[in-house]
Structures are given as C-alpha cells and as structure tokens.
C-alpha cells in the first residue's frame, strides 16, 4: 500500500521544442522579498513526504522591475497578517514566523511607489494577498479568478482586502504556451507571461519571467507546495488534494506541465524556501525571517 500511495506521477515527455521568444530589456530584474513563514508536515505537502519533516512554508513576494513598470508576485504576509490567519478554519492555522512585510521592505530603501504597476496574485488564498493591506496599488486579477473570489470561502481574507484596491482585469489573450491553454504578454516583449493555470482555485496562474541573461523562471503558485511536487513528482495527498484543490484533476495537468519544463525552466513553487535561492533579496530588506 505505501508504496502504491507514495507513487509517482507519471513522466512526461520533456519539452524539447523551442522556448517561446522573448526580449527582455537589459535592465529587468527580480528580487525576492520574503516576509515570514508558517510551517506545515512534509507528509501534508506531498505523496510520500514524511509525518516527521517539519517544513517553513514560504510567504515571500517577487520584485519584477521593468523599465515599463514594476509588479509583484503576490504579496507575503502584511500588517494584519494575525487577524486573516484567525479568520481561517482552525485546521488551516499554524505556527508562523513573521518578518518585514513587503510595504516595509520596499519603504525602508525609498522605493519609487509609483513605478509599481500592480500585485499579480497566483491566487486569491489568504497566504498569497495578506500583504495586499498596506500596498494601494491594483491587483491584477483574471476573469476566472474574480469570479471565484466573489463566492469562495477561503477568499474571505482577499475580499475584505480588495474592497479597497482597484481589480485590473487581464484576460488570456494570446496563444498557448509551454503546454498551457492561454496567455498574457504583460509588456509585450516576452518578459513577464501569465497562464491559465486554474485547479487549485478557478483562475490560478502561473508567471513565467524570463530575464535579459537568459535565466527563465515559473512562478507556479501552489500546482505543488514544495520542489518535490516537481523533482519526485510527488502531487499533494489525495486528501489534500481533496481539500485544497477546486479541481484536482486540472491542478495534475498544470503540474505535469511544470515538470516537462523543469529541464529548462527554474520553478518556483510559491511556498518552497528552497526555490528562491537563486533570486536575490531586495536590496532593502531586513532580513525577512
Ligand atoms: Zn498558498
């Protein structure tokens, strides 16, 4: 039994096509700009993962500088981050460790506020918007998404938050892209692509960057909540995926996916420390947690 439970997913066939074309100015860059952590069991991450291995779940932002305007991936942990954790179901609490906030981060080194375009959410949980309270900039949110958020009960922390920021609509508008359905050019150069990536909520994404030295990246939010969803394709438990997934089965194809490009592409799982090891930190930040 344990070895038919811990089974993983099938390979894929590895992407070996070409990469889509992009031009990313000489001056883009990315930062990461972590704010804290919450700690969950291996075993409730992935398939085989062990009851014992006590993993720090990241709530860590990205920094995407462009020439033509910033934007974050998600936005960590913020000023009210105990009172939307208390507004969670009990079995979704946890320890946590809080450091700077992203508002806090960006203000300690003068950052330019206004060359901030908008918040992408990879989704609209509780974990990925807290920070959302201190940064008056839009949110960048797809139908699927706002749709979601108008109903769902673990967006309760997101509405209360958005009544007061202004929603920037995009929608998929252009092509298929590395195995996913839709897209969206942000910059139009190849940059900065969002796809429509939605199982986990209706309109989850995931952001490809793709910067001037050729490094690629995948933000995939929370196809898997840790690297081994990825490296040992391990998906979520069945019972997790049960209860964290609105549509399990569309979060196993964004999955796969993620894992025929894993050759090519660094993925970031939102809530793996180790993911982010590659991409610098702020230069302003204090030093997270
Ligand atoms: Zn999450």
Request: no cysteine; aromatic share 8%.
């Amino acid at each position: 039994m344990r070895s038919f439970r811990s089974a993983p997913l099938p390979e894929p066939k590895p992407w070996t096509a070409p990469l889509p074309d992009a031009a990313p100015p000489a001056d883009m860059a990315i930062y990461q700009l972590p704010t804290g952590t919450y700690e969950n069991r291996a075993a409730l991450a992935y398939r085989g993962g062990s009851f014992g291995d006590l993993r720090k779940f990241a709530a860590t932002a990205v920094l995407v500088q462009h020439p033509a305007g910033d934007l974050l991936i998600d936005a960590g942990f913020g000023k009210g981050v105990e009172e939307h954790i208390a507004a969670m179901p009990s079995y979704r609490r946890s320890p946590h460790e809080l450091g700077a906030t992203v508002h806090e981060q960006l203000r300690a080194k003068n950052y330019d506020m206004s060359r901030l375009r908008g918040v992408v959410i990879t989704h609209a949980h509780w974990d990925h918007v807290s920070g959302l309270d201190e940064l008056d900039v839009p949110i960048w949110m797809n139908p699927a998404e706002s749709r979601y958020v108008e109903r769902a009960k673990d967006a309760v922390v997101f509405r209360d938050i958005a009544r007061t920021r202004e929603i920037h609509g995009y929608t998929f508008d252009g092509p298929p892209y590395l195995g996913f359905s839709g897209s969206h050019d942000v910059h139009g150069d190849g940059s900065i692509v969002i796809v429509e990536a939605g199982g986990h909520t209706d309109g989850s994404v995931v952001v490809f960057v793709n910067l001037p030295d050729g490094r690629r990246f995948a933000f995939i939010g929370d196809l898997t909540w840790q690297l081994e969803g990825v490296t040992l394709r391990a998906e979520r438990p069945k019972m997790l995926r049960m209860l964290a997934d609105v549509q399990p089965e569309r979060v196993r194809d964004g999955l796969l996916n993620v894992i025929a490009l894993a050759d090519r592409v660094h993925v970031v799982p939102a809530h793996d420390v180790r993911a982010y090891e590659p991409i610098p930190e702020w230069a302003g930040s204090r030093g997270g947690v």
